[in-house]
């Protein structure tokens, strides 16, 4: 098998999950890094970028969270969140804050890489292919709303709206269709592949900060339509 060439940053304080997923990682061909706290993980991912962060939520010296709202200041690195089963409060928050998953503890590990992997896949699939290669799809223009695939921009009426990979992959499955009915599920298969199992609020989450997002730069911002108890719809124009 040739070696996967993506770099991966693990941020957790408890050393015996960092060595033991560094160790699953590094044998899947990936280069792993690891920081114990928040602050260091922080300096060393915008002194070095990564392509996926995978990020304990309670560290000492700036939690998950915290270190969640720095990087998407500066950047849209997709970020999937570990956390405890008592800690669902703290997983919607990671979502609404803008990760683009998470994992609950105790987790296996092949589920973990089976994340990471689909991740990568979603966040390629959606730019042009390394080395010049064919790009992956063109521009979709609804209306005030435009979306370039090869370069992961969505435009609304001509403001930039910074979207994560998962973020990015709704809003194309939605406006894709307009005045169709997109249940939860088909959202999920949409954004994050077959078969793998995501809470039905996990994507509420996501659209929640998606419209967030869009109303930041048009307070009227009304496209994405809730449907109680089937699912969601992007307005026809």
């Not at 370069?151 to 194309?172: A, P």
């Not at 169709?180 to 793998?196: C, F, H, M, T």
């Not at 039905?200 to 108890?229: A, C, M, P, W």
Request: proline share 3%; net charge negative.
């Amino acid at each position: 098998m040739e070696p996967t060439k993506h770099t991966i940053a693990l941020v957790d304080d408890d050393r015996n999950i960092l060595t033991s997923v560094q160790m699953t990682l590094e044998a899947e061909g990936f280069t792993v890094r690891t920081y114990t706290d928040g602050e260091s993980a922080l300096h060393g991912i915008m002194s070095r970028p990564v392509d996926l962060a995978v990020l304990d939520i309670k560290m000492p010296r700036m939690d998950g969270m915290e270190l969640l709202q720095r990087l998407r200041s500066r950047s849209q690195l997709p970020v999937i969140f570990l956390s405890s089963k008592d800690e669902e409060v703290d997983q919607l928050m990671g979502l609404r804050l803008g990760a683009d998953d998470y994992i609950t503890k105790p987790f296996s590990q092949r589920l973990l890489l089976e994340r990471i992997r689909a991740l990568l896949r979603r966040n390629e699939a959606s730019r042009v292919e390394a080395a010049g290669g064919p790009a992956t799809g063109g521009t979709m223009v609804r209306g005030d709303l435009s979306l370039d695939e090869t370069r992961h921009q969505c435009l609304w009426r001509g403001k930039d709206i910074q979207l994560t990979v998962t973020e990015f992959l709704l809003v194309k499955a939605l406006a894709a269709r307009p005045g169709l009915v997109k249940s939860r599920d088909q959202l999920i298969d949409a954004a994050y592949g077959e078969n793998i199992y995501v809470d039905d609020r996990t994507i509420d989450s996501h659209i929640k900060r998606v419209r967030k997002k869009f109303r930041q730069v048009d307070d009227e911002f009304n496209q994405i339509e809730t449907l109680y108890g089937i699912g969601y719809r992007y307005k026809e124009e």
